[in-house]
């Protein structure tokens, strides 16, 4: 299915470990391959900068205490002198907060609470099976303590809750890789719960933005399961636009045609639709009646046990926030160890513009689970660094010309796989293996809110708040993938990574598997 509006085309705390195209690149290359239409007829370039400069750059209004520069990561830019310009501004999560183009900032300008991690273009998962309802706080709302929400982009700042954090602190980056050749610019991020929950947030987030050219950006989203309980909703995109730039939304009809849709209230049935029962796009736009007006448009894939929606948040007119929601929710089961693939389109122009791309586009959207299998799945050679007086370090990136690996890992997801990760703890510079990236976070008791004797008393006893933001982590990165050995393939040669006299000492499993129930690849 697809959106479209500018008419705007949206297709469906510490530092972070900024990860090369040279150790990055293979464990970034597992999206589908796209067969969608390029348009680079008018010459262009894509420009990545991960280089922070506001003042050289097309300026973006926010609301007044919103801070920009916590949350950047790059700049995605179209230049073109013969065609729209565009400048997509990514934040360090992976979602899109910021959409510059002819008409201005089309990103709502944010509120204290949430800046830049609520009113973006993000991934959103749930889970109905971590939710307790007995303790909501009212209709609709879910006590920030039992949240099972997890986002792309970070946490929640200056709500009531004890823990809150008072400064932003966005997912942490585990790899990222610029792909000149193909125009694309891909990150794995660590998804969080927006509040300080007791629920775990053991999800990865993938995205890659694409430049076809003339205003359109090609979206692919994998989302991969590797905690405890199964994710019910998955949302790609979340997102919405500034209602004072972009006032009105059109729908599209499955014949091609679209129609007026400006929902004033995100609880009117009216605001909400199938995709599947549209020609497959929204957009919002300046102006609904005239095609010459800029829009941008969302373009996604009606199926496989898919329920998009397109809906409004509040009075979006009037609102203090200034932020008309589109969101499209799959209503998908991605249990433990499973992962999730979609490929959506974000177009950039004029209404009638926008309405010919979605047309074009339509076909080569996407979405299905998507399972990597142990006998194709490229492997990732891991080495040991080591040095005098500097702390031995895992790396993908051979130390010397002749340096042999340790072992090897797998490159994606493998089903019911675990995330090898590298932290470095800031106290010391050691580095550590591990699948609990939350392993140097603080967490604190969570107080039953059930008497001995309830029905619900075990399902809260001996629980933690986790405090993501609280951590001695200095940097997060993916290094690939190990099996559980009670779900490897033995007839892959695998060996236990506690048998390794290299990595085993270096491996602390917090909360998630240990060194001996994890399977690593022989050289």
Not at 300 to 306: A, D, I, R, Y
Request: charged share 20%.
């Amino acid at each position: 299915m697809k959106l479209t509006s500018l008419t705007l085309l949206s297709l469906l705390g510490l530092s972070e470990a900024c990860v090369h195209a040279g150790d990055a690149a293979a464990l970034l290359d597992l999206f589908p391959k796209s067969n969608a239409p390029t348009f680079h007829e008018k010459p262009s370039e894509f420009v990545v900068s991960t280089q922070y400069s506001p003042n050289q750059r097309r300026p973006s209004h926010w609301t007044e205490g919103v801070d920009e520069k916590p949350a950047f990561h790059a700049y995605l830019t179209h230049k073109s002198t013969a065609e729209r310009s565009w400048e997509l501004r990514i934040g360090k999560g992976g979602q899109i907060y910021s959409i510059v183009s002819s008409c201005g900032e089309i990103m709502p300008p944010q509120r204290l609470m949430s800046p830049f991690n609520d009113e973006a273009w993000q991934m959103v998962t749930f889970s109905n099976d971590e939710v307790d309802y007995d303790l909501d706080k009212g209709p609709g709302a879910i006590r920030d303590e039992i949240n099972s929400f997890i986002h792309q982009s970070g946490l929640y700042v200056g709500r009531k809750q004890k823990y809150t954090p008072e400064r932003p602190f966005y997912c942490p980056l585990l790899a990222s890789n610029w792909d000149e050749k193909e125009r694309s610019y891909t990150m794995i991020n660590w998804g969080l719960c927006p509040t300080i929950s007791i629920n775990r947030s053991d999800v990865l987030f993938i995205v890659q933005f694409r430049d076809l050219g003339a205003g359109v950006i090609e979206l692919s989203h994998l989302c991969y399961n590797f905690g405890t309980f199964p994710l019910h909703t998955l949302a790609t995109m979340w997102g919405g636009v500034r209602t004072s730039v972009m006032p009105e939304l059109v729908l599209s009809n499955p014949d091609g045609s679209y129609r007026f849709h400006t929902p004033y209230d995100g609880d009117s049935k009216d605001c909400y639709g199938n995709i599947i029962d549209s020609g497959g796009w929204a957009a919002a736009t300046q102006n609904a009646a005239s095609p010459t007006q800029r829009t941008l448009k969302h373009a996604g894939t009606p199926g496989w046990q898919s329920s998009p929606t397109v809906y409004g948040a509040m009075d979006a007119r009037h609102g203090e926030r200034d932020y008309t929601v589109m969101n499209m929710d799959n209503r998908v089961t991605i249990a433990p160890g499973e992962s999730f693939f979609r490929r959506t389109f974000m177009v950039i122009g004029t209404l009638g513009e926008v309405a010919e791309a979605g047309r074009k586009l339509e076909s080569f959207t996407d979405l299905h689970p998507i399972e990597f299998s142990e006998s194709s799945t490229p492997l990732v050679p891991l080495y040991l660094k080591t040095a005098d007086k500097t702390p031995p370090q895992p790396t993908l990136d051979p130390p010397t010309p002749e340096a042999k690996p340790v072992c090897q890992l797998y490159a994606h997801p493998v089903k019911h796989s675990k995330p090898i990760l590298l932290l470095q703890d800031g106290r010391t510079n050691q580095y550590i293996l591990t699948t609990d990236p939350a392993l140097l976070s603080r967490k604190v008791p969570f107080e039953n809110p059930y008497p001995v004797g309830h029905a619900k008393h075990d399902n809260f006893q001996n629980r933690v708040q986790y405090l993501t933001h609280q951590t001695h982590t200095k940097s997060w990165q993916l290094l690939g993938y190990a099996m559980p050995a009670d779900k490897a393939d033995m007839k892959q040669h695998h060996t236990k990574l506690s048998d390794i006299p290299a990595l085993a000492p270096l491996f602390q499993p917090g909360e998630c598997a240990k060194a001996d129930e994890l399977s690593v690849r022989r050289p």
